[in-house]
């Protein structure tokens, strides 16, 4: 199975400064199509997990351009910028480039 | 607009059977792959079991598998997860997602105790 590992952010996040959420995997992500398999969410407290971020680095429909994300076939960034209380919530990394599809076990983020 | 919606959840002794149901509408059901991705208790995302477009190709995370089974009914527009053989640690939030993850369910909490 591929293992993913994310970091941890240095909580609390001062309001308006920028976080910078990272992910491994154990194997990469890179297809021979181009594309790489690593989606990103967030999770609000009491809600279901919204997509964030799809093949690594394109923001899903209605997300904000605060978040971005970046990397390499193993190595992972999701970047807010400028970050606001409704930023407030858990972060999952996930990959899908094979099954069992597997996610990180989480970046929580508090907003100062 | 898309909708998702999980019923069948609750309380089942270990041993037990269960089965969830997610109501898609709002785009064409058929077309599409799903998934069924599970939450315990203050802990993370762990995926269960996926299905293709037809139905035809089912995918199972290994805990699950001879327990659990994904299906669906396209002319119903509706995802099912039979759970079989229920363990205490199949106690979650169930959510089903559309094939690109865009899309999740409100979740379904399922309590195995006895």
């Known amino acids: 199975d591929i293992v993913m590992t994310q970091g941890a952010l240095p909580n609390p996040v001062p309001s308006g400064e920028s976080a910078s959420i990272t992910c491994q995997s154990s194997k990469s992500l890179l297809y021979s199509d181009g594309k790489t398999y690593l989606n990103w969410y967030l999770q609000r407290p009491g809600q279901s997990p919204q997509l964030l971020i799809y093949?690594?680095?394109t923001r899903a429909s209605g997300v904000s351009d605060r978040f971005s994300g970046s990397g390499s076939g193993t190595d992972f960034t999701l970047k807010i910028s400028r970050v606001e209380a409704e930023d407030v919530g858990v972060y999952y990394c996930q990959q899908f480039l094979e099954f069992p599809l597997t996610f990180g076990s989480g970046t929580k983020l508090e907003i100062k | 607009e898309v909708q998702l919606v999980e019923s069948g959840g609750g309380l089942v002794q270990p041993g037990r059977s269960l089965k969830l149901s997610c109501a898609a509408s709002g785009f064409t059901f058929s077309n599409y792959g799903m998934h069924w991705i599970r939450q315990a208790p203050t802990k993370g995302l762990e995926w269960v079991a996926s299905i293709s477009p037809s139905g035809g190709s089912t995918y199972y995370r290994d805990s699950v598998k001879g327990r659990f089974t994904i299906s669906r009914d396209n002319a119903k527009s509706t995802l099912y997860l039979q759970m079989d053989s229920l363990r205490s640690e199949d106690t979650a939030t169930y959510y089903c997602?559309?094939?690109?993850?865009?899309?999740w369910g409100q979740g379904v909490m399922v309590t195995v105790s006895s």
């Open positions: 093949w690594m680095s």
């Open positions: 997602a559309t094939e690109s993850y865009d899309y």
